[in-house]
Each structure stands twice: as structure tokens, then as C-alpha cells.
């Protein structure tokens, strides 16, 4: 535990508690030297603290952490929080995960901070006039693209903690992907259908609860049992099926409008990115190939992490073709 870890802080703080004692220097209380004892303990002490962040075998592993037997090294496992936190900056099987999300995370920040720079109109008086659009719809989806982001590097970097910790982070991680899935409905729905309210109302509101209710499901005990896994992959399947109907609706109302092929282009890019992505996850492709071989570098989860960001980075660019076409056009 973070309380055990701050306990082992080298030289500083003495272990004082019996647990701690007894796993670091067994019997050494009636030491007569004091100091020889302080160095026994000192030595023990970072025996004990490298013990603790050695990194392990898959067969080493507790049963909460075994998930991809193909990974067969470089594993962190019942790792304080402190640890687990400073092990951001060392070299284990979930550096480039925690790093491929965190980088796009930063990068998200920095889109969103450049166009909150760029524009003041969240919610303009008349936000159906040519220049003068709305940018909220925009804002969600950035923002459930940063909460997923964060919230994937978090639970890479936190779930070898504890078994509690790491089916906590798990949920946290798939609510993201769910925010995720959301708010990327929102550009696109809103600009397309801004001058019938009605749509993008029940368009909106559809996927919504469908989110809301996925996010529930998550974290009810009972339905996030092993049992309930096809239930769960079913969620999300028809939260990415969902997008066909307005998609469809989309073209029929917009069929004539020149920018039909680039926004399909971008939306096209970041379903194949995605599916791309999900395939790589699914097949556990390339480290099935090569078991040890993508320890650390190259393995399937890395890979679907890059897609993730790229898919993400395309939906980007639709959305803000979105919003240029309907600034232009208004109602
Ligand atoms: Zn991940």
C-alpha cells in the first residue's frame, strides 16, 4: 500500500510499523550498535525497495494481473502508489501504453486550449447565423476525447496496484471509451442537423442514454461479471452501430453539398483507424506471433492505443469541417 511505500522512503524515515520490520530486518531491534544497526537497516531497506520494484515473469503474476499471455516479461504487480507512479519514467510492458495515451492527451489539451483561444462563441445570441455558430458540440468532444485519453494512461499506470485498484481503473477506463464513443456524435450531429432541432435532439439524446445506460452497466457488480462479457461487447457495438442511421440521414439531407466527400473521407479514416486498432487488441497480434518478443515495445495494446489517437486526431479534422460548412452556411 502508498502507506507501506511511504514508510520505505530511503534514509529519511525509519520503518516502523511490525509488518514493515518484519519483512525488512528481521530481529534487528536489540541491536546493541546503533550504528551499524542504521546501516543494516538502510541496506535492508533498499534490498527490500528494489525487491519491491523488481519487475516480473508472467508466471510470477498474481491471477488479477494475468491478461495477455504472450507478454511474458517486465511486469510491475502489487506495486505501491507511489511506485506505481514514479515507474512513469522506467522502462516496464506499460511505459508505451501510459505514454501513447498521455502524449495524446497533451495534444488534446493543446488543440482545445488553441481553439478556446481562437474563438469566443460557446453559446452566441443568434447561434444559427452565418459566422456566428455555436462551438459547444465541439468543446464535448474534445473534452470526452481528453477524458478518455487521461483516463487510459491512469489505469496503465495504476492498475497494477491492487486487484480492488485494478477492476476499479478498468471501469474508469471503459466509461472513457464510452465518452469517447459519445461525444464524437456531437459535431457532426448537431452542425448537420442544427437547422432541424428535432434530429439532432432525438440523435443526440438517443446516443446519450445509450452511453448513460452503457457507463451503469459497467459499474453494476453484477453485470461486470465474466458471464456478462457478450452483453458488454453488445453496448458498445450498437453505440458504434447507432452512428449509421444519422449517418445515412446525413447524406440523403446533404447529398448535394460539396464538402460531402472530405468530411466522408475523415469520418472513413477514423472508422478504419479504429477497426484497424480493434483488430490489433482482438487478435493480440504481433507479440501471438513471438511470445517475449513485444514485451515492451510493439505489442498489440501499444499499437490499438496509436490507432486510438489517430482515429481521434481524424474525427478532429471532420469536426472542425463540420463546424467551418455550417459557420459558412448558417440556417
Ligand atoms: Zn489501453
Known sequence: ??????????????CGN??????????????????????????????????????????????????????????????????AFFSVFSFHNESLNVWTHLLGFILFVGLTVA????????????????????????????????????????????????????????RIDYAGIT????????PPIYYIFQCTPRWYFIYLAGITSMGIFTIITLFT???????????????FASMGLFGIVPAVHALVVNWGNPQRNVTLVYELAMAVFYLVGTGFYVGRVPERLKPGWFDRVGHSHQIFHVFVVLGALSHYAAALLFLDWRDHVGC
Open 1 to 14: 500500500m502508498d502507506q507501506d511505500g511511504q514508510k520505505d522512503e530511503p534514509e529519511t524515515v525509519s
Open 179 to 186: 465518452a469517447m464513443i459519445i461525444t464524437s456524435f456531437f
Open 115 to 170: 481553439n478556446i483561444m481562437h474563438h469566443d462563441k460557446f453559446f452566441p445570441v443568434d447561434a444559427k447565423s452565418p459566422g456566428n455558430v455555436t462551438r459547444w458540440p465541439f468543446f464535448v468532444f474534445l473534452g470526452g476525447s481528453m477524458f478518455c485519453l487521461l483516463a487510459s494512461s491512469i489505469c496503465h499506470l495504476f492498475c497494477c496496484h491492487s486487484k480492488d485498484l485494478n477492476v476499479f481503473l478498468l
Open 18 to 83: 511490525s509488518k514493515c520490520r518484519s519483512k525488512i530486518v528481521p530481529g534487528d531491534d536489540h541491536d546493541g550498535d546503533e550504528n551499524s544497526g542504521t546501516k543494516k537497516r538502510k541496506k535492508k531497506k533498499s534490498q527490500k525497495t528494489t525487491k519491491r520494484r523488481e519487475l516480473m515473469s508472467f508466471s510470477e503474476l498474481p491471477e488479477y494481473m494475468r491478461d495477455n499471455e504472450f507478454i511474458l516479461n517486465y511486469y510491475r504487480a502489487d506495486w505501491s502508489i507511489r511506485d
Open 221 to 235: 457488480p453484477s453485470l461486470s461479471s465474466p458471464k456478462y462479457r457478450g452483453f458488454r461487447a453488445l453496448l
